[in-house]
């Protein structure tokens, strides 16, 4: 396996020096994690694991390819992981989560409460489409690509999950 290193022999992935890429793309990675997950402590470890598991798969990275779509897949793979881990396991989340405090300023009001709690109602599919779709402005193209189907099947889960939470949050909006 090839990787490639900058001047002073620092791993780069894509192009990108470590530090950089966590930089530029940490939010969006941490701001999938939670929304997939909905708990900070569950969403930090996601946003780790899932550097590190690039920095370790950085030699699979194809250049000219989308490294923001690279990482949001690593990300809800990690999710996915965790998920059947913790179904295994059986243990109990904490009864009280910290406060959330969203980094694009929006006051967690009433309204932000509701449709947190109609976006974790989702299933896993819907909400993590859902997500990269609004949150991380991703293409169905790229969606499809990360979650291994096809533009259709992102198309219709999208479609899916607006009417399933429309009918949620009818009269409430």
């Not at 990787?3 to 890429?21: I, K, Y």
């Not at 941490?30 to 402590?41: A, I």
């Not at 598991?53 to 996915?80: P, Q």
């Not at 909400?127 to 533009?151: G, K, N």
Request: contains cysteine.
């Amino acid at each position: 396996m090839k990787f490639d290193r900058s001047a002073n022999d620092e791993p780069r992935v894509g192009g990108v020096a470590l530090e950089a890429l966590i930089d530029e793309h940490w939010s969006s990675v941490y701001r999938l994690t939670y929304h997939l997950c909905g708990n900070v402590h569950d969403a930090q470890d996601l946003a780790q694991e899932t550097f590190l598991k690039a920095i370790a798969a950085r030699g699979s990275f194809a250049a000219g390819t989308n490294l923001k779509a690279w990482l949001l897949r690593i990300a809800s793979n990690a999710f996915l992981d965790m998920r059947r881990r913790k179904l295994t396991a059986r243990a109990r989340p904490l009864e009280i989560e910290p406060a959330v405090t969203y980094a694009d300023g929006v006051e967690d009001g009433e309204l932000m409460s509701l449709l947190s709690g109609a976006i974790q109602e989702l299933d896993d599919t819907q909400r993590a489409i859902f997500l990269l779709r609004t949150q991380e402005d991703l293409s169905f193209r790229e969606i499809a690509q990360m979650l291994d189907t096809t533009e259709e099947t992102a198309r219709w889960h999208m479609l899916q999950a607006r009417r399933r939470l429309m009918k949620k949050l009818d009269g409430k909006v």
